[in-house]
């Protein structure tokens, strides 16, 4: 916990130059692999993207529950209509217009009891008016029966779940896994600068001695030339080892999700120790520990549900519903109102059964049913490939330190060999040809000696990455 506030703590503020969203990390203070880790968790884009995904847990979960309650609904309508109609259709099929005027003849009785006819015109207008109408509902159904299906829903919810903190969780792994690897490249590109720059000075110890040498006529003018061909060699290996080196660090910035300029030493932790494993017991770790594995069985298991969930159309649907309407109409330069008096109230149930679909309920369980197959012979297939993982990596690991072993008795021994070569140079009892052989068997013992250090730490971290946890 300390190791990661640590860590937090380095990620300061960025500079004016660079970008926001990339922190600056500059410290004198060398930063342990935990410390690098935890930046790398805090700031890698890779990492933060399959962190985003665990942000549907939550409501996925809720989604699933929602699946077994009822759906409700409410509106309300406000409505006007206006209407004004100035034509009309005859008997005929012909079409007139409004106004009509037309004469209307009645018999009307006198006082004295004598019929009289009586003619008045009248007139129609064009048919127009408004009216307006009010309306509310309140709608709520649920489905009571539907063969078990929002139950495999809500287990497969739960497996998504399972499955997206997994998918964090091996992503994690594999980045701590990638800055451990790129920290030890780190640190042996810069022995193999140092190394470089002490074969170097050697050469420039060496060129001085063969001048020295020169002007007591000891060697001829060709060993001198020789010497400084060397040293000009030398310089131009020493800058393409410092750009080897700027861009590891580099590339160690940028997995570490930290602005490019970054600048930090590195805590040193290159000890070579004989680890001693049970292969078996590695393979049963990985078993428990590798989260692609339980990923290809929350696979299977989802599968599994998805055909369950298929059988499902086999069995009847029951629903329930319940609606209730008040609603009015009214007439012209009357409000709309928010109490209507017209009340209707309805309930329903239903029950459906498909007895026959053409046999789609048939290829739907057959290809579940096969996608559930694949996903177990992909874990099959996921198994014994872990397990070779395992025994491939811990094979390479037991040859690479039994080569080193041998690597670093012959850097001890180039090493020696070098020393007495420069003394027997300086003494005149060998030449400049037989000095350079020996600070070229130095530089190459050395740098295989570095290069299988580097290579025994990728095994370790190979083998681990198999196994799915620290092994140190």
Do not use: C
């Not at 590695?282 to 990923?295: F, G, K, M, P, S």
């Not at 037991?398 to 080193?404: H, M, R, S, T």
Request: charge should be neutral; proline fraction near 3%.
């Amino acid at each position: 916990m300390k190791l990661r506030q640590l860590a937090i703590g380095l990620a300061v503020a960025t500079s004016a130059m660079a970008q926001p969203t990339f922190p600056v990390v500059n410290s004198t203070t060398p930063l342990a692999l935990d410390s690098l880790i935890a930046i790398g968790f805090a700031n890698n884009p890779a990492l933060r993207q399959n962190q985003m995904d665990t942000r549907l847990n939550r409501i996925g979960k809720i989604n699933a529950v929602g699946n077994f309650l009822p759906k409700v609904s409410l509106g309300m309508t406000f409505g006007e209509t206006h209407y004004r109609n100035p034509t009309y259709q005859n008997p005929d099929g012909s079409v007139s217009t409004y106004p009509i005027t037309y004469e209307v003849e009645n018999i009307v009785w006198d006082a004295a009891g004598i019929a009289h006819r009586e003619t008045k015109t009248v007139t129609v207008d064009v048919p127009e008016g408004s009216s307006r109408s009010s309306s509310q509902y309140l709608s709520l159904s649920e489905e009571l029966f539907d063969g078990g299906r929002r139950i495999f829903l809500y287990r497969m919810a739960k497996a998504q779940e399972q499955m997206n903190n997994l998918t964090v969780e091996n992503a994690q792994k594999l980045l701590a896994q990638s800055i451990a690897q790129q920290v030890m490249l780190v640190l042996t590109q810069s022995k193999l600068l140092d190394l470089n720059n002490k074969l170097r000075d050697q050469k420039k110890d060496a060129y001085d001695l063969a001048k020295a040498r020169f002007d007591v006529g000891a060697v001829t003018e060709l060993d001198v030339l020789q010497a400084e061909i060397e040293l000009g060699t030398s310089q131009n290996v020493i800058r393409e080892q410092e750009r080897n080196f700027q861009a590891a660090r580099e590339a160690l910035n940028q997995l570490l999700g930290i602005d490019l300029r970054s600048s930090f030493p590195l805590a040193e932790n290159s000890e070579v120790t004989p680890y001693k494993f049970e292969i078996d017991k590695l393979v049963e770790d990985a078993y428990r520990n590798r989260t692609d594995l339980r990923i290809a069985g929350l696979t299977v298991t989802r599968a599994q549900h998805n055909l369950w969930m298929a059988k499902t159309a086999y069995l009847p649907t029951i629903d329930f519903g319940l609606q209730w309407t008040r609603s009015e109409q009214a007439g012209i330069d009357e409000s709309w109102t928010l109490s209507p008096r017209n009340h209707n109230t309805s309930y329903n149930m239903s029950l459906r059964w498909n007895l026959f679909d053409g046999f789609s309920r048939e290829y739907d369980v057959v290809t579940q049913r096969v996608a559930r197959d694949k996903a177990k012979e992909n874990e099959r297939e996921l198994q014994l490939s872990l397990e070779k993982q395992v025994r491939d990596a811990y094979y390479n690991l037991e040859k690479v330190f039994n080569q080193l072993t041998t690597t670093a008795r012959n850097r001890d021994l180039a090493e020696r060999t070098l020393n007495l070569e420069r003394e027997r140079y300086r003494l005149g009892a060998t030449s400049q040809l037989g000095l350079r052989d020996a600070q070229v068997t130095y530089a190459r013992a050395e740098t295989e000696n570095l290069s299988k250090i580097l290579e025994y730490q990728s095994s370790l971290i190979a083998l681990e990455l198999a196994v799915g946890k620290s092994l140190r």
